[in-house]
């Protein structure tokens, strides 16, 4: 790491292992920085595909589902069929109402609990009761005195805020040994991240308003080029942006030598744990992103995101989704007479 800190600036003199440190650090938070705004780019430019083109697929594919439903429900009055074709054909109503209408379709929720044994309100009771009784057991405490209970969503809900205080429970009988010990919060490293580091703000953007001054710079491109850096060093100073500061001064192309003389070196350390802090929310915020995409785009958990990857998907989600709506579309002619519903049901009846 050290080595590739050296090679992106200008070495001028000796440099410190703590400021070297301190460099690999800036190049660490850059480099995740850096790798999100790259993700985040490719995902805005294959939503665009995936809204313009995926999603009308998909509400297609679910109008056309919801039409098979209303369509079954009446042909169990409008056709002969046998007692065992009414269970097949209820059940299939039944479940893929209950898709409908635990999205909030209640003509759905109606037409499922009209075919059910169950209402899905019953069905969502006993689901939540299972739930409950998962939380207790992994909580080692009662879910009891909370608001009742009518899906696993309450239940999600109850139960992750439960966790919640426990957590801020532990955290306090953590805090109480450490005061009980002498280590308290600000002993464990909080006084030094505050250490001088609005000075060293201060000194970063002095030197930074020294070498990008446009006043003292000729060339006119170059000159554009200074005002806007210098812009962004007066937000990045106002805001107290450590990180936006510590890139301003590559872009300057300032070395190793000058960058190290604005950071004195009994602050370092304080602003290598901001550094650190910095790096920490980038990998999150990165880690954050990853997830959010895997589960717009409906992608494989365990996947590398690249731009190969996300077109190979969605043309394969195009293509499967096209075949579908033409299945559908299929059934729905075979279902207008009877004996292609029953030849349908009976297709059906090999898949249950």
């Known amino acids: 790491m050290t080595s590739r800190v050296i090679t992106t600036r200008q070495t001028t003199g000796p440099i410190s ?6 460099f690999a650090l800036i190049d660490d938070a850059k480099a995740f920085s850096d790798k999100t705004t790259a993700l985040r780019a490719l995902v ?7 809204w313009g083109v995926i999603r009308p697929l998909q509400q297609r594919q679910a109008g056309l589902k919801r039409a098979i439903v209303v369509m079954l429900d009446n042909k169990l ?3 002969a069929l046998s007692a065992k074709q009414q269970r097949l054909l209820k059940r299939t109503i039944c479940r893929t109402a209950k898709d409908f209408a635990m999205q909030g379709d209640d003509d759905m929720r109606i037409l499922h609990d009209k075919h059910s044994e169950e209402t899905l309100t019953e069905i969502e009771k006993a689901q939540a009761e299972e739930a409950k009784a998962y939380f207790e057991q992994m909580m080692g405490e ?3 005195g909370e608001e009742a209970f009518d899906n696993i969503d309450d239940v999600l809900h109850a139960g992750i805020e439960r966790m919640r205080k426990q957590a801020q429970a532990r955290e306090k009988v953590k805090e109480k040994r450490r005061k009980r010990s002498g280590k308290s919060a600000s002993d464990s490293g909080l006084d030094a991240l505050a250490f001088g580091t609005k000075e060293s703000l201060r000194a970063i953007y002095r030197q930074l308003a020294s070498a990008l001054h446009p006043d003292r710079e000729i060339d006119p491109s170059k000159r554009s080029q200074k005002t806007k850096l210098m812009s962004a060093a007066n937000t990045a100073y106002s805001s107290g942006d450590l990180f936006a500061l510590l890139q301003l001064q590559m872009k300057a192309n300032l070395s190793e030598a000058q960058i190290s003389a604005s950071l004195a070196a ?3 350390s304080a602003l290598s744990l901001l550094l ?3 790096l920490h929310h980038l990998q999150r915020a990165h880690r954050d992103l990853e997830i959010e995409t895997v589960a717009e785009f409906v992608l494989p958990s365990a996947v590398s995101i690249t731009a190969p990857l996300l ?7 195009q293509r499967d989704l096209q075949s579908n709506i033409n299945d559908l579309k299929a059934d729905m002619v075979t279902m207008t007479t009877s004996a292609g519903l029953k030849r349908w049901l009976k297709e059906q009846a090999e898949f249950v």
């Open 44 to 50: 805005d430019h294959y939503r665009v595909t995936y």
């Open 311 to 317: 077109k190979l998907h969605l043309t394969k989600t």
């Open 77 to 79: 009055t409008e056709f």
């Open 142 to 144: 009662s879910l009891d």
């Open 17 to 22: 292992p703590e400021h070297l440190a301190f």
């Open 276 to 278: 650190q802090q910095k």
């Open 266 to 268: 009994d602050r370092i």
